[in-house]
């Protein structure tokens, strides 16, 4: 197997890393989310041409995430906006049209106030990243690495769970999206300056009616 390729400085990054403890919430792929239970977040996996995905890492505490977050009312319930603004706003990304692959059950409500809650995952194209800034939200300032979706799960600490959400994503983006189903297996740090990563149609966020479930369908998430 050949070594992984990765710069000095993607190295001193990864250093620095610190896995979060698996919250254990049940991964419901390709299943609508049940009327009643509300959508709090949504989080994406982004994809570039040669199969990596997005992942950010706050330098300052070294935890990982993929690109995501909290539904706001600007987002009119609708995951998939919500997904473009969060990517938008914490790494400077804009996206294709996400689709849709499933949720977290969250029975515990750690996003909702103590009550059950959905956390959908998506699937999309990264097309391109601006200059680097801060997330206007917290103020994390977030490093941004391409990698291999099965290294992205071994950053995020997800274990056994996530390596299956990995296998959705990239089952979906390899019928969808047209990107490899075996990755770049190199670690590249996106430039602070920007880039384009993989021109076409950018997703425009609330109010647009193009996200969808593999199979043309819209998502059954309600928020």
Not at 46 to 57: N, S
Not at 105 to 121: I, L, W
Not at 159 to 181: D, E, N, S, Y
Request: glycine share 14%; charged share 20%; net charge neutral.
């Amino acid at each position: 197997m050949s070594p992984i390729e990765y710069s000095a400085e993607v190295a001193e990054l990864l250093g620095k890393v610190r896995r979060r403890p698996t919250a254990g919430w049940p991964w419901r792929p390709g299943e609508p989310v049940p009327e009643g239970l509300p959508v709090k977040q949504s989080w994406g996996w982004l994809f570039v041409p040669d199969g990596r995905v997005l992942t950010l890492v706050n330098p300052r505490d070294g935890i990982c995430s993929l690109p995501g977050g909290s539904l706001e009312p600007e987002d009119d319930g609708d995951p998939a906006a919500a997904l473009a603004r969060e990517a938008a706003e914490e790494a400077q990304a804009r996206i294709g049209r996400p689709y849709y692959l499933g949720y977290l059950y969250d029975r515990v409500g750690s996003a909702n106030g103590g009550h059950e809650c959905a956390r959908v995952r998506m699937a999309a194209v990264l097309r391109s990243v601006g200059p680097s800034a801060a997330d206007p939200a917290s103020g994390r300032h977030y490093r941004r690495l391409l990698v291999a979706p099965g290294l992205a799960v071994e950053l995020l600490g997800w274990g056994a769970p996530g390596l299956r959400q990995a296998r959705a994503a990239v089952a979906t983006a390899a019928r969808w999206l047209g990107v490899p189903a075996a990755a770049n297996e190199a670690i590249e740090e996106l430039p602070v300056e920007g880039c384009t990563v993989s021109p076409g149609t950018v997703y425009p966020g609330a109010g647009y009616t193009g996200a969808v479930q593999p199979g043309g369908g819209r998502p059954g998430a309600r928020g």
